[in-house]
C-alpha cells in the first residue's frame, strides 16, 4: 500500500486497473474482495489504517470520508470513486467533479438519498408509498403534539447518520416527544407514524450507464433491537410483491438517473407495501448474494464503477441464509477463537470476518449458508435449522 501526497487530478500511472472507494469499512472490504476476482485493485479512503478494507487497498488514503482534500488525492490513484455510504459531503466534492472525478453513483442523483428528509419528499414527489410523516421543526416546541389522526408510538429519526438502530428513537408519549425536541435539532429530524407490517423486506438493484435495470432476489429482514440478525432469500411472498417491490426500485432508478447499486427496504401487510428507506449503496441484506448469486451485489458495483459488462445476478441455489455476528462481551462463552474454529469449520457455513475489534452488539462478520427447498415452506424449515446451528456456535449478546 503507498500513500501520496499529490492535491491535482492528474492521475498516477496504472491507475486506470483501480477503483476508488470512500470509506475503509466491511462493505469496501467486500467490495475488495470482488475487485480481486475481476482483476481489478481498489484504492481507499479510510478514516484509519486499521480498518477493515485497509489491507486490500493498493493505495490507502487516511481521512474521514467527509475530507475533500483526501478524495482530492484519491482521484490521483483510480480511474472513478464509489462509496461506501451515502456519509460524504456531497455539496463538497461537485467541483471534483466538475473538473472530471467521475463518481459512481453521480453526485447529483445522491443529493435527495443522503438526507432522510429529502429522501421522504422524493417518495411523496413520486407517489410511492412511505410511512406519514412529519419533520420535528413543524411541532410546536412549547407544546408539541401529533398530527391529527396519528397516535403513539411513533418512530423518530435523524435525517443524517443513522444506522443499526443509531438515530432513531421510538417514543412512546408527548413527554418522550417533548424530550426529543429540547435535546435535538429539530431541523435534522423527522417523526413517522407507527406502521402495521407483518414482514420487513429488502431489495437490491442496479443500473448501469446505459440504463439497464438489475436486481437482486427479493429478500426477508429480521430485526432484534433495531439490528439486522438475519436475512433469507427469496423472501416467502407473492410475485405480486416482488413485481411492487421491483417496479418501485425501477421508478426510482430512473427518475434519478442513478448509476450504481442501490437499496430499498419495505414494510409489508395488510395495508400493502411501504418504503421504509432508500440506502444509496451495497447493503447488509444484500450479503447473500456472495455465495448464493451468480454476481454480487459488490461484483455489481464494481462493474459499473469500472465500466465492465454487468452480468445478471442470478440465484445458483433454492436459498440463502445470512446470520450477523454481534459482536459479544468479554466474559461470554465461547471465547473468541472457539467460535470462528467452529464456524470455519463446518463446511455448509461461509464465514465472512470483518477484523474489526469485537464490541458488545457491533457487527463484526456474518455466515451465509446455501438453503435447498423448492418452496418457500422448505427452505424456511431448513433455514431455521441452520440458524439455530449458527446461534449455538455464535449467540445474540447478553439480555439481546
Not at 441484506?285 to 452480468?311: K, M, R
Request: net charge negative.
Amino acid at each position: 500500500m503507498t500513500s501520496s501526497t499529490q492535491t491535482d487530478l492528474q492521475r498516477m500511472p496504472n491507475a486506470d486497473n483501480t477503483i476508488g472507494v470512500i470509506g475503509g469499512g466491511q462493505l469496501a472490504l467486500m467490495l475488495g474482495e470482488a475487485a480481486q476476482t475481476r482483476g481489478l485493485t481498489l484504492a481507499v479512503q479510510a478514516s484509519k489504517a486499521e480498518d477493515p478494507a485497509a489491507s486490500l487497498a493498493k493505495d490507502l488514503v487516511i481521512a474521514g470520508s467527509t475530507d475533500v482534500r483526501a478524495t482530492r488525492e484519491l482521484s490521483s490513484h483510480c480511474v472513478g470513486i464509489t462509496f461506501e455510504n451515502e456519509w460524504v459531503a456531497v455539496d463538497a466534492l461537485m467541483p471534483l467533479e466538475r473538473q472530471g472525478v467521475q463518481f459512481t453513483p453521480s453526485l447529483a442523483s445522491l443529493v435527495p438519498l443522503v438526507n432522510k428528509l429529502s429522501q421522504r419528499r422524493l417518495l411523496n414527489d413520486l407517489l410511492i408509498p412511505s410511512p406519514d410523516w412529519i419533520s420535528l421543526a413543524e411541532l410546536n416546541p412549547g407544546s408539541p403534539s401529533l398530527p391529527s389522526g396519528w397516535t403513539f408510538p411513533v418512530m423518530a429519526k435523524a435525517a443524517y447518520g443513522g444506522y443499526d438502530g443509531k438515530g432513531t428513537r421510538v417514543l412512546e408519549d408527548l413527554n418522550g416527544l417533548a424530550q426529543l425536541l429540547r435535546n435535538v435539532d429539530a431541523n435534522e429530524w423527522l417523526i413517522e407514524a407507527w406502521v402495521s407490517y407483518e414482514q420487513e423486506l429488502a431489495l437490491v438493484v442496479s443500473r448501469d450507464s446505459k440504463g439497464r435495470i438489475r436486481s437482486l432476489p427479493l429478500a426477508e429482514t429480521h430485526q432484534r433491537n433495531q439490528i439486522c440478525d438475519w436475512v433469507i432469500a427469496p423472501a416467502p411472498v407473492s410475485q405480486l410483491v416482488e413485481a411492487t417491490a421491483y417496479n418501485i426500485a425501477a421508478s426510482l432508478l430512473t427518475k434519478l438517473s442513478y448509476v450504481g447499486v442501490m437499496t430499498l427496504e419495505f414494510f409489508y401487510g395488510s395495508e400493502g407495501l411501504f418504503v421504509n428507506e432508500i440506502a444509496p449503496r451495497t447493503h447488509n441484506s444484500g450479503h447473500f448474494s456472495i455465495e448464493a448469486c451468480s454476481s454480487s451485489q459488490f461484483d455489481q458495483q464494481l462493474c459499473i464503477a469500472a465500466g465492465l459488462d454487468v452480468p445478471n445476478p442470478e440465484f445458483i441455489a433454492d436459498g440463502s441464509l445470512m446470520v450477523n455476528l454481534l459482536g459479544l462481551s468479554p466474559d461470554q462463552e465461547p471465547s473468541l477463537e472457539n467460535r470462528l474454529t467452529q464456524l470455519r469449520s463446518n463446511e455448509a457455513l461461509h464465514l465472512h470476518w470483518y477484523g474489526k475489534d469485537e464490541i458488545p452488539g457491533r457487527k463484526v462478520g456474518h455466515v451465509t449458508t446455501l438453503l435447498n427447498g423448492s418452496t418457500a415452506v422448505e427452505r424456511a424449515e431448513h433455514g431455521q435449522k441452520m440458524l439455530q446451528c449458527i446461534r449455538e456456535i455464535w449467540p445474540l449478546p447478553l439480555n439481546w
